[in-house]
Every structure is written in structure tokens, then in C-alpha cells.
């Protein structure tokens, strides 16, 4: 039972274009999302997150958006780079004393130049 | 600062051999972590400490045990190896409850 999904597990996208990764989730006790990235051989890197009391998060390039009512976020990247190209991971955390992130199955971004 | 460390990179065991990876952080957090990761699933966790000394069991625990003796090391045994522990172990930290967590490279671990 994946609480946190990733349906596209690929997407391939024009250099100077925008890239949307996508996230739904099932439980409604995640309060904090978090989008990490990942270089073959290296481990995850953090790169933005947001709180549920906001639907919006900025930096940089990258915006991350949270419906709520859908249960489902999204991470933009604007304007994509080729060293953009990498796998993007979707985690959530709920209330708890450690915070366990749960993540999604990952979606392998390819930015064509 | 190394950050986060994982000591060995890659590792071939025969099943129902045992060893122990190592994970090791120089950035004075209260908090480890160890997932393991599979192909086309997302980062599993497996245990997780909440400081020196203290341990708790994540999602997928069976098979794995752990130990903080040292508020910079986190070690992962695995007393009997299986093939379906063939996997990707990562190690992170993180500050106290603070959700962002800092992982290290990774330890590629084939089970024959």
C-alpha cells in the first residue's frame, strides 16, 4: 500500500522548458513534502519542501505546489537544464516524534539539450 | 566537513554470511537514519535513531539490526544474509525533528 505515489516513472523534456513532476498521496496526516534529487551513484540530495499550511513554495527555478484537497503535489522547474537530468523523489511526513519520511518510487528526469 | 559517509561502497555476500555497514556523520546530528533502496520503489526505511544510545525499528526492519553507540556512528548488521537483501543502503541525518535529511552515497550490497 504506497502512500506516497509517483505514476510516471519517466519524463523527457526540451532544454529552456518547463518540467512537472508529479505527486499524489493517501494519507491525510502528512503535514511537510519534500522533493529530493538523485545522481546515479550518489545519494538523495534535499531540494524544496512545504508545509502544509501553504500552497507554494519557491526557489530559485524550482516551485513546488501543494493541493491539499487533492492530495497531490507538483515541483516545477523552470527554466530545465540539462544537469537537471537526474531522479526526483516525492517524501512526506506526518506528526511523530521522528518525522519518518515516507517516498515515493522516484520519476527519472531527462532534459534534452 | 565529509558530511555523510558510508563505509563499505560495495559488497558481494554469500547468503547466510554477515557484516556490518557503517554509516557516519561529522555534522553534530541527533538524529540517523537507514533506508534501503530497491528498483522501481521508492527509499525504504529500516531502523532509525533518535540519539546516541537509543534505536527504533522503521517500515521494513526484519532481517537488520542496529547500534548508536556514538552519537556519530550508526552501524546496520545484517546477521544472515538473504538474496532479498540484495539492495542499495543509504544513511542519513538530520537535526532533531527537522525533516530535511542529509544522506550519504550509498553501499551497494549483492547477496549470491
Known amino acids: 500500500d504506497q502512500q506516497v505515489k509517483q505514476n510516471s516513472p519517466s519524463l523527457s523534456v526540451q532544454e529552456g522548458r518547463i518540467s512537472i513532476l508529479n505527486c499524489d498521496y493517501t494519507?491525510?496526516?502528512?503535514?511537510?513534502f519534500l522533493w529530493y534529487k538523485k545522481y546515479p551513484a550518489e545519494g538523495p540530495t534535499f531540494l524544496i519542501s512545504?508545509?502544509?499550511?501553504?500552497d507554494k513554495n519557491e526557489d530559485g527555478r524550482f516551485t513546488v505546489f501543494l493541493n491539499k484537497s487533492a492530495k497531490h503535489l507538483s515541483l516545477h522547474i523552470v527554466p530545465s537544464q540539462p544537469g537537471d537530468s537526474a531522479v526526483y523523489f516525492c517524501a512526506a511526513s506526518g506528526r511523530g516524534s521522528a518525522r519518518q519520511l515516507t517516498f515515493g518510487s522516484g520519476t527519472q528526469l531527462t532534459v534534452l539539450p | 566537513n565529509a558530511g555523510v559517509t558510508q563505509t563499505p561502497k560495495f559488497r558481494v555476500l554469500k547468503t547466510g554470511q554477515s557484516m556490518t555497514l557503517l554509516c557516519a556523520q561529522d555534522?553534530?546530528?541527533?538524529?540517523m537514519y537507514w533506508y534501503r533502496q530497491d528498483p522501481g520503489m521508492g527509499l525504504r526505511l529500516i531502523h532509525y535513531s533518535v540519539g546516541e544510545g537509543t534505536t527504533a525499528k522503521g517500515e521494513v526492519p526484519d532481517g537488520y539490526n542496529v547500534s548508536r553507540l556514538k552519537k556519530q556512528n550508526f552501524l546496520l548488521g545484517l546477521e544472515s544474509a538473504a538474496p532479498s537483501q540484495t539492495s542499495v543502503y543509504f544513511c542519513?541525518?538530520?537535526?532533531?525533528?527537522?525533516?530535511?535529511?542529509?544522506f550519504g552515497p550509498g553501499t551497494r550490497l549483492l547477496v549470491l
Open positions: 494519507n491525510s496526516m502528512f503535514d511537510y
Open positions: 512545504i508545509s502544509s499550511i501553504k
Open positions: 542519513a541525518s538530520s537535526y532533531y525533528s527537522q525533516e530535511t535529511q542529509y
Open positions: 555534522m553534530n546530528h541527533e538524529y
